[in-house]
């Protein structure tokens, strides 16, 4: 096995050519956060970029993109902005501790990478497979409505209409280029998350996500969505497209109308208009946020871990992290652990 580090960017339309053969060989690969024009837009941003080429047999056998981080140890290509990472493949076998030895790395970290992957399961932290909840599309947007419990159709409704009563008529624009609707979202989030205005601090998360946003690439356009009630924006969404499949990005909202619920409006206007344009696919993001489970109605497992080079710095990982989430979960229990050590 042969593995060769590169830019994003020095990829030819060969290689280009065989990426996107790559993604369409797993329904989890055909999604815009493993293509190569997300690779791609980060590297222009981030000279910290690469992309691992595992060759074997004289052919390119996966790619592998990453960041290069501190103390040479890899993270996903545009971390914490990447809802998939993994291998992008056609199910070859894969010696995942290897191609990292050979990437020149000491490890590399992930946080959730299809758990089908058979090069990265004997590499996932315990603890850590969950669902990656999706709006299956696939039957149309009425068959996934009527799906929905009598509650959650009721409530999305009344929302609906309340907010047309005390604002307007409700609707949604699919697909806005104007840098000020970009701006406003990122506004709205930094406004109420920690972490979002940690990530958006970064000037080039803001330009990455500044040029995805308007990107119209096949394997990875842009979408801006905006739910407006009157002359009124109330909730602004940026996804990713690729063909038959939309994944959800960032949503933000007006939090003077957040009675309303403007964001889980957003997201179901977005679906039905999803539905319309053939996209059968509409995925949320890995995480256990209570509304993406409410909302989904199917879903695929995924988990996070880390491939480290020597066996020995797998070890001393791995038990400085069963004691830091025994800490988390019974303080006591992980101090009796530590003195132990210790002594």
Same mark, same amino acid.
């Given at each position: 096995?042969?593995?060769? %580090? ?8 060969? =290689?280009?050519?065989?990426w ?21 837009a ?8 690469? %992309? ?11 790619f ?17 902005m990447?809802n ?9 076998t894969i ?10 790395l000491?490890?590399?970290?992930y @946080? ?6 058979p ?17 299956d ?8 409505y ?11 409704g009344?929302q ?6 005390r604002v307007?008529? %409700?609707?949604? =624009?699919?697909?806005?280029a104007?840098?000020?609707h970009?701006?406003?979202?990122? =506004?709205?989030? @930094? ?6 205005r940690? @990530?958006?601090?970064?000037?080039a998360?803001?330009n ?7 990107t119209?690439?096949?394997? $990875?356009?842009?979408?801006?969505a905006?739910?407006?009630?009157g ?10 497209? $690729? ?16 009675k309303?619920?403007? *964001? ?18 509409? =995925?949320? *993001? ?12 199917a879903?695929?497992?995924?988990? *996070?871990?880390?491939v ?12 400085y ?17 530590? @003195?132990?050590?210790?002594?």
């Open positions: 096995m042969r593995v060769t %580090v590169v830019r994003p960017g020095d990829l030819g339309p060969s =290689e280009a050519s065989l996107a053969r790559f993604q369409k060989s797993s329904p989890e690969l055909r999604n815009p956060f493993f293509s190569l024009t997300f690779a791609q980060v590297g222009r941003h981030r000279p910290n970029s690469r %992309v691992a080429v595992v060759e074997a047999d004289g052919a390119i056998k996966a592998l993109p990453f960041d290069l981080g501190p103390q040479r140890i890899g993270l996903p290509i545009g971390d914490p990447i998939l990472q993994g291998f992008v493949s056609a199910g070859a010696d995942a501790r290897q191609v990292i030895r050979k990437a020149g000491r490890g590399w970290r @946080t959730a990478a299809p758990a089908d992957q090069a990265l399961a004997a590499h996932h932290y315990a603890g850590t497979l969950a669902e990656a909840p999706i709006i599309l696939s039957d149309g947007y009425t068959s996934y009527v799906s929905r419990s009598r509650k959650f159709t009721a409530d999305f009344q609906w209409r309340s907010l047309e009563r307007g008529p %409700v609707s949604l =624009e699919w697909g806005t104007a840098p000020d970009t701006h406003q979202l990122i =506004e709205w989030k @930094t406004a109420k998350y920690d972490g979002a940690q @990530t958006f601090s970064d000037r998360t803001r990455i996500v500044e040029e995805l946003v308007v119209s690439s096949e394997d $990875c356009g842009g979408l801006v905006i739910l407006r009630a002359d009124r924006i109330v909730a602004i969404s940026a996804s990713l497209i $690729c063909p038959g499949v939309l994944s959800g990005w960032f949503t933000g909202y007006d939090h003077d109308l957040a309303f619920s403007p *964001g889980k409006l957003a997201m179901l206007a977005t679906a039905e208009e999803a539905a319309r344009r053939d996209i059968t696919r509409f =995925e949320l *993001g890995a995480g256990q946020d209570s509304y993406k489970s409410r909302i989904a109605n879903s695929y497992a995924v988990a *996070g871990g880390a480290w080079v020597i066996p020995g710095e797998r070890a001393v990982r791995g038990l992290r069963r004691l830091h989430l025994e800490r988390e979960v019974r303080p006591d229990v992980a101090d009796r652990a530590a @003195t132990a050590s210790s002594d």
